[in-house]
């Protein structure tokens, strides 16, 4: 039997398919039995070899997972080799990223055109444009989320799984299942054990999504010696008990056969599937099952011996025979005719649906239009929390444009993000005891007490086709300290979302220094390609969303007030997108003082102050480092003239970076204290008359020391 | 019968007691009842009513949780209110810390001296010298840890209690429990959903620790809503998979007695407790049982209407009956019984274990000699990754010197830290596959791949009692973003924990981006009370860990390398105490080069070369920024001497904050690139020929352009 023919599992929507091209899956199984042995031994040694050739790499996992990924990709997956993107496709995610020999070995073999058999032998060369990373890229055809950083797959893959649900409760109707994929994540031991897994796993039982399959790859061992030097809990009754569907594989070295069937019923299921697939971690090495087969090459004599012992000859190298290749032969075809049928049935849709359908082929384009002007023009002139801003730009433009998603960490009361109407994205078999329920199709995310994996599930929105989903996180920007490791892991991927941070300053007050960041803003301005903005009032949280949302390839993180900010009378959106501008332009100024966000108005106090005395000083607002970077140097030297005159800073968080711009800052280089917003500004000199006093005597110093002007000064 | 009668339950030891002063828990509690309502009512208007005064804070938690503190305070903890830092007393964590006024009113009513009723009342006042900070901090008589984001507590618990569980294995006798105190945690629904105390859960059940009891204040509320809108998990069945002991208390508002029972009956399980009490979150007020409840004032009028339903006098505030100071009375004396029978107890010990006691003194009193001479004083001239100087560095200490307990999350084959003959602190009960087993008595910690707890858990260690334990932690330097949050709280605390971070470098290669570190240095030299330390060769690896150690109340993070790095002739261990130093000194020099860790030697390397083009350059090593600020204006001109000449630095980090001490960076503001390590810096340009010409190529920028003099650039 062809191994490219539809089967009844794999013919989605029901198109029709001529009879004798329909076969079970268990029966394909069946038929093929006879080159399982080879198609095993031959992939082993492939990876063998691969690790061997430059002495390195992970090679015990992909060994011991082999027989998983035959029945994934050769009778379970839907997926199209020659149209890697198609929309439908089924979702991979390869959580236990270091065993990316497994994905790039099956990428090569079901025909993905990239991965030649030379890419694939570059794993751990020196080849500048290998595709053949330490662990598997998004950038690269075949991979859907980066990984490596353990426990970020499995919650990109519940992302993925999430944007599924949200999509076919929007868009599909009776007969038109125009989004209907599943996803699949492979996963080991250390998904199990770190925080973000399990928060995870947490929400995927409570949000019940039965088309996310997680595939375990229990083979006991970890990089210290066996699991159990860590961990004993009962991980089946667990997962059940967190609203999992369970399914025990016992063999699944080579068990093909029963790990598609258990596969195919995961598909089946109406929760998420936790399939627990008992496997030997470098399977034929002589340091099979111990630690020793993870992170290193077996040796030369070793993988001869393991060559000898299947049969093959020691001397050859990467070998593929026919019968592998014909075994997988057939698969990029299979993909054409999921694609095929797929735009057959979207075809279809549109003319039973055509308003539907054209909004649907909006998303799958990833196209956003009519946003900006949704935008306010201006806002009253009342002093306004920038967190409350951010819902007076943001919220209108949630309401009518549906590519957003926005999500929280349990803190819609302080966020601002909820607009008129929205409905929440939820089980909908959830009736809570609050009241509030929800479908699939609703935007709104309630992510409990989970920052880090509402940042790395939003990654997996973003991640499922470019712009179809633009998700939004929110949550205290002391709190996404918690979530850095995603939003790094967004910023790596080129992936749009953006983070509304708020209480983002020592004017939170009462909560104390756990909650006052300090530092937090000096790791999210040096992390490469993520916009960090603080807007110091509307007219500026306005361009912070504007800048955020035109970001396609960049995630961003505005990072917004707590309390009322007075809204200023130069400020400027367009200012913001440029990083940094002139707010108070002055010809006679001695001085520039910096302002920026929540105490950008402290700046023009100071300012206004300073004239008092008698020293004249412009005021710059400088809400994006980036994005100031990105501009050219005459520009940037005609907002600074830091040849013709110091610069102080003024923002009570810890210092460091800001000596690119200024000579001087009022900063902080401690830890916050618990107090109202205002006492905290007081008690640690940022009130504007002694910041004031800062300035002048820094002034003054600078008269009295002449090596002053080249170091900076914290004030 | 008076309240401050040792009885049973809490005679430490066996101690005799006279026959008449001992009666059981239970019995103390049935002759008390007519008590409780009074108790109860006057707790929770008291909180009502500190919260009402500023129109602030978070009343709910602690006014539901009011019959849960009074079992704790009144019936089952050993503390000495009068002796708050007694080393045998129970500790206490509050992880749903933004409750912090349940702990502030107990610590007052039973009677610490600093809780006045005036510091009570100072919560969120504008009192500077306020003890009622937003949330519990360690500073403060009565509190063990700082708690606030969610999951630290319970994971500091988790720590507490292991060292309980070491230091008893280490020190008991038959007969002579020295170290036997009981850690009591409470919690919230977060700490359930965030990872890391999902981690702290996973590890404690593992680790058998059932001197931990965990009281879930289930009140079924959230910020958002009820919890179901986020968590719909069977919880006790999870705890139970996970290697808990689960008790449930229904009644948890009123049920004194059962609440007491459950809390007697957890300290004689063989696992770990989780008491799952069902309690009603702002009981008595008319937003009871909502989210209104959790965080803001009720109102006047609701606070009133409570007064009244409970037979109050709606205009008296803060009332506190004499019943109910009587009823808390008796706690200091009591307290002062603990502590003498447990004075007595050492006594004895030490006149049987003479010299046992001596070693459990010096542990007691935090004492740390004889380690500095067991540092190498030199080392071989062969190349050595800094990782592998870190072992040479630090195992002959962690041999010898009892203080330190050494974990790792995971990477034991990689970062070193295993010194001969090691033992593991471990659940004695588990034989491991792998052989690998160990006791309590152990100081090697596999946390598993659980980098967030490790250092959640190690602040626990360290905050036990100060100098006890030096907790070191040690994994990837990428993954110490993971646990960021717990880092930064062991920082705000003053705790010493040494966090041993390899991998720290393009240099480390193959596993590419998400391993490679970039922007993670800049947010721990940013951090307030952390020293980030990167030393050059093994040489300044010695210098790190003496800074480390000598760091009292500071934790550090020792920053080193994969590969291996050339000795260079002029480091000095004493040169990384005073955070940088003048590695080459040149009289002729027009140059500094600044160089940093792993690539000290790359700027080394680049004033040779420069030398052979007609540029004299003088080197200056700089492994800790933060004790480089540490030193005098003269020394620190003295070693950049900017004044003099344009300095360079060189590391492919994210250059933020090295503006402070350069002119330009040799940088990356790109994420890195899975090669090999040599490749990889070749590839960014960070092999000597290509920093050369881009020094140079600096060089005649700055003569080209003037206005580049007052400006950073990246070269």
Redesign the interface.
Known sequence: MAPGLLNEEHNPSGIPVSKKNVVSTRELVESEKGSHDIVLKSFRLLIADLCQQ?G??HPGGAIGMAAIGIALWKYVMRYAPHSPDYFNRDRFVLSN??CCLFQYAFLHLTGYKAMTFDQLKSY?S?R?D?IC???P?IEHEGIEV??????QGIANAVGLAMATKHLAATFNRPGYDVVSNHTWCMIG??CL???????AI??A??LQLNNLTVIYDNN?V??????????????N??M????WNVIDIEDGCFDIAGITDALEQSKKSDKPTFINVRTIIGLGSKVQG??DAH?AAFGVEDVANMKRAYGFNPDDHFALGQPVRDFFDGLPARGNQYVKAWETLVGDYAKEYPDLAARFQKRVKGELTGWEELIPKSFTDKPTASRASSGLVFNPVAEKIDSFMVG?A?????VNMIWPGKE?F?NPN?K?????NGTYAGRYI????????MCAVSNGLAAFNPGTIIPVTSSFF??Y??A??AV??G??QHLQVIHAATHDSIGM???????QP???A??F?????LLYIRPGDSEETAGAWIAAIKAKGTPSLISTSRHKLPQLKNTKREGVHKGAYVLEENDKATLTLIGVGAELSHAVGVAEKLKQKGIEARVVSMPCQRLFEQQSREYK?DVLR??RMPSVVIEPY?P??W??YADAAAC????G????GT?AYK?FGFDVDTLTTKVTGYLDQLEAD??L????VEI
Chains 1, 2 share one sequence.
Not at 410 to 414: A, G, I, K, N
Not at 432 to 436: K, L, N
Not at 446 to 453: I, K, M, P, T
Not at 673 to 676: D, M, R, T
């Open positions: 430059f390195g790499g990223g270091h751990h020196e500048y290998a990373p330490g662990h890229e980066t990984t490596g950083p353990l426990g031991d250390a054990q770190e925080g973000v897994g399990l928060e947490s929400l039982g409570h006991q970890t990089c210290d010696g066996s699991v159990d030097l860590v961990n004993t809990e009962n991980i009754d667990k059940k008990a967190t609203g111990l630690a992170g929280t349990d803190l819609s009361p302080s929440d939820q959830i809570t005891t609050c009241g509030i309630h992510y409990g007490v989970r920052e880090h994996v002391m709190f300290l918690y850095a490791p790094r892991m910023a790596l007050g009462e909560d104390g220094p756990t909650h300090i530092e937090n000096a790791y301005r040096a992390l490469p390609n030297r830091r040849h810890a460091n970076g000596e690119r902080m280089t401690r830890f204290h618990s107090l109202p006492s008690y002449e090596l002007r080249h170091e900076f």
